[in-house]
Nanobody
Framework: QVQLVESGGDSVQAGQSLTLSCAVSKLSFTAYSAAWFRQAPGKEREGVAVIDPDTTKTYGVAVKGRFTISRDNAGNTLYLQMNSLKSEDSGMYYC???????????????????WGQGTQVTVSS
């Protein structure tokens, strides 16, 4: 069974940095678009960033210029480097994989097939 396991979430102060990781198993990672989503209490899950197999990257407006998505195909791992964190970045962060033909450069959750359980990020101002 395909598994996506996120890690790296923490409680930090505004302005600090965090790096999230998502380890993927039982699936050929290279064929998929890989994305990060986040969800704050009472809010819809929103797309943060996506990286396609050809390494094309797309970012949500709220994080562009502060977050960097990357992937290690050999290690089957997805990363999200988050800098200059703000309180509004707080939430549960999920990694997701979607077939490239369907999810290419998309930040819409319904384009993604496989999801992790999430890792919590809390930013205090």
């Amino acid at each position: 069974q395909v598994q996506l396991v996120e890690s790296g979430g923490d409680s930090v102060q505004a302005g600090q940095s965090l790096t999230l990781s998502c380890a993927v198993s039982k699936l050929s990672f290279t064929a998929y678009s890989a994305a990060w989503f986040r969800q704050a209490p009472g809010k819809e899950r929103e797309g943060v960033a996506v990286i396609d197999p050809d390494t094309t990257k797309t970012y949500g407006v709220a994080v562009k210029g502060r977050f960097t998505i990357s992937r290690d195909n050999a290690g089957n791992t997805l990363y999200l480097q988050m800098n200059s964190l703000k309180s509004e970045d707080s939430g549960m962060y999920y990694c997701a994989l979607g077939y490239y033909s369907r999810a290419r450069s998309s930040l819409y959750r319904d384009k993604y097939t496989y999801w992790g359980q999430g890792t919590q990020v809390t930013v205090s101002s």
